[in-house]
């Protein structure tokens, strides 16, 4: 596929878009500390409100007594899930699944919010407050492994929900998903012959992969302030909601609370970067019912040790895979035990996997899967397993297996396993594919050896690895771009957020390349009441609002031409020329119809001498608008996710490893990756290095350790929960190849979060060693896997 549709899709020569180091909009304000976030507002009369946070891992409130806490000097209100205000409410969070009340008398996690809310004049009192409860709890049973969680004798922590999750219906023909039991819910695809692949096979493999939960370090903790105000604008309507804090748009807390978008001001820009972190926490929500209720403005934030979220859920699988003596897979079988984490959780991250995993972009057709989601009360994921993205490293590893097995290179089994571009049995190759495989050999310097088998200079074990994946754009998102003239400057307004991406630059970046000007010269204006935000899930964000962005900047162009055509016929009063009136002398355009003229370097030209024009202020001095709404077509990924294929990716790795000690060191990762077309280049390096980054940390450091016996978590902080430091990243070589396969501006796909991984490091360190892992690969691990502790 290609950017067809839209105009100027196949551009061939760009200034501007691609173009490296051009700097973001809000950079300063993030590089010297002026960003606020909404733990940082401060206003005039600001109390501030705490939630009771359960001290258990599952726990029943059955009464609470608020009388002392009441008593309290700077106390303001209490609330209880008994109270009516409480209620009403109803979260219009972005999770899956059965709903519940938005705040009620259960606690499935320690640290959840449960029960009652304090509002005092400062932090100190509301925690006061919250000591001064008399609570009376009723201790639960909890599970804090899917493991026990999955057992028939485990006690039922969720006894209240009875429904399965519902994304990732059952193939027709295969096993369906049977109701829940106990504390499991199921999802079961099944397409082609299963045994009859197994049947066929020369090898079958069996291997169990473990994923360990992590989490998704929001740099700065959740948390809102709002305050209800007359606003003269929209006067006799009720008073307007002000809120800082809230994430990406603000319609989904005017929605919550039952107000026009209109009425709901959010001037703050700053959310703070997540990796794929849809959810608003309560904190965030809760805040403009305070308000009303004490006629103050309220702020309620969490604490870093409370912004522990999961971002990836914990997984057992145990995998059967099928192979002929050539590498070709004839049968896959996937049974897995996936955390389905606590209530409120999301399930994309699990049942999503199902159809949209790494068996669909191999040629095998027969492929079960069979999945447990199971109720835990390890915590809580807000659209999680995005770091790992569909499981795709069962297929990783598989491939790494059939080429041990068989003496082969991997990079081999999976191009020879690789479907064509559109089905399964399309024999023709993946354009993509092979030059991002090609481009990684040589980068790399790729010698594939057998595990166990390469020594370093220093006595180190030498390992190497390889993964692929797609580069998809989840084609979700629909936009309403608006672009104008004014006073001789072209402006892209945006009600923002700024939550990690430079979306909002990609869109400047496109308009500069229709219009024939410079970056700086398009003015990007930050307004709440504007409409467009470019925000979007899997890429859509960046690349399909630029394509609509540019749709919008080709019809702003027309009408910027026809207006320079019409004002040299027709001068404008010398009033409207501006302080320095208007062009000197005749005017160059006179005479010439719209479609005889062009933008070019900031001025308007004649096509045919372009050494005829205007500065674009001289040329069209009245404010001309375009709007354009809409999406580009719908991303090839969306048919049959991974059943076609367009723009890949692959990435590498090499470790060394010391037996003696079982210290692990990274020597390198490279990536070649094919977005279709780079839009914004720093953003694309950046992202490139973080998802490295994770993928160090997750399957080196990171894990959550729970008490068995309390289901407590131990290690809810940044000095016991490990991560890689800056001092610890290892280099990250990058290639970036631009087919523009994808269907989004002028070719893009985007990268998502396709280059994430739980197993590359791990498969690398197998290569090294020849013995398995389960991440995280600490040194303790490696020498027990070694049989040395």
Known sequence: MADLAGVNGQRENFRVVGKPNLPGKLSYALATGIA???????????????????P??????????????????????????????IKKLNSFGESFGPQRAWLDDLADQEGAEVAVIVVAENEDICEEALRALDVEWEILPHITDALDGAREDAPVIRPQVREAPTFGAPSPDGPKNPPKRGN?????????DIEAGFAEADHIAEYDMYMPAFASHMPNPSGSVAWWFDDPYTSGDGQSLRIEGAVREKRAIANMYGLPVEKTVQEGLFMGGKYCDWGLRKSQEITPLLAKRTGRPVRCVNTREETFDQIMCQRYMHLRVGFKNDGMITAI???????????GSSSFGNVGDLTQGPFNSVKCPNISQRMQIVDTNRGLMYVSGQHCPFNWDSATMAIYLIAEE???????????????PDSKEDPRPVRSFDECLEEGRRLMN??????????LPDGRKHGASFRYQMCPRHSFSSYNSRLELREGRVHLPTQGPLFGVYAVECNAMVVAEELGLEYDDVSIDFDHREEFTPVGGGSDGTTASAWVTKECANILKKQILEAAADEAENPPPPNMHGPMGGPPGPNPLKGYKPEELDMEGGRIIVKADPSKGLKLGDAVHRSVVATYAGKPPMALWTFGMGLRLDTMNTAFCEVAVDEETGEVEILEFGVVADPGKIMRLTSLESQIDQVMYFSQGCQLLEDFVYDKKTGVRLNSNMIDYKKPTILDVPPVHREFLETRSGNAAYGANGISHSLANT???????????????????????????????
């Open 406 to 420: 068989l003496g082969l290179d991997p990079l081999d089994v999976a191009k020879y396993n690789l479907h064509g």
């Open 56 to 85: 258990y891992a599952n726990a029943k409130v059955l009464s609470v007594d608020t009388s002392k806490a009441w008593k309290i000097p700077g106390v303001v209100d209490i609330l209880t899930w008994e109270d009516e205000d």
């Open 446 to 455: 790729w010698d594939h050896h057998k595990a166990g088998t390469k020594t």
């Open 759 to 789: 197993h590359l490091v791990i498969i690398a360190i197998h290569n090294a060693i020849g013995v398995w892992v389960d991440p995280p690969a600490t040194p303790d691990a490696v020498l027990r896997a070694l049989g040395k502790a």
């Open 333 to 343: 079988d996937d049974v897995s035990i996936a955390d389905g984490g606590s209530w």
């Open 184 to 192: 499991v819910a199921y999802a079961n695809m099944v397409s082609g």
């Open 36 to 54: 606020k976030f909404g733990i940082d507002y401060v206003v005039p009369g600001m109390l501030e409100a705490k939630f009771l946070r359960s």
